[in-house]
């Protein structure tokens, strides 16, 4: 995309902080526990190895949202995602995110937490 394309483009607030947080933890714990608990549980070998999974596995994933915080500041862009790569990597890592989100990620997780 070009800069003169995103000239007048806004990012538009519909909610707050508080609410981003409660939406992002009640997505992630409402389909993420009950999905993958029972696996991780006749794998790990002690309530505290699956504990010590758990609290890795969320540090990492605060890593990841720290990086996309930082890129959401740089680019405040509405398409989120998309836009980030379009911009950093080029129209076709853009393209296929766009398509790969569409056909495989979003119906994915969606069919998964239905």
């Known amino acids: 995309m070009k800069d003169q ?3 007048g483009d ?3 607030k519909y909610f ?5 947080i409660i939406l992002i933890i ?7 526990v ?3 608990i029972a696996g991780m549980a006749t794998t790990c070998e002690s309530p505290t190895m699956l504990l010590l999974a758990w609290a890795i596995a969320g ?3 605060m890593l990841g949202v720290f990086a996309m915080a930082e890129i959401a500041m740089l680019l405040p862009h509405s398409g989120g ?21 569409f056909a495989c990620i ?4 969606a069919a998964a937490i239905a």
Not at 16 to 20: D, I
């Open 10 to 12: 806004s990012v538009v």
């Open 81 to 101: 995602t998309f836009v980030y790569l379009h911009r950093i990597y080029g129209t076709i890592v853009g393209y296929a995110y766009g398509w790969g989100s």
């Open 34 to 36: 009950y999905k993958n």
């Open 59 to 61: 540090l990492v994933t």
């Open 16 to 20: 707050g902080l508080w609410t981003g």
């Open 5 to 7: 394309e995103h000239s």
């Open 106 to 109: 979003q119906s994915a997780s």
């Open 26 to 32: 009640s997505s992630i714990v409402g389909s993420g």
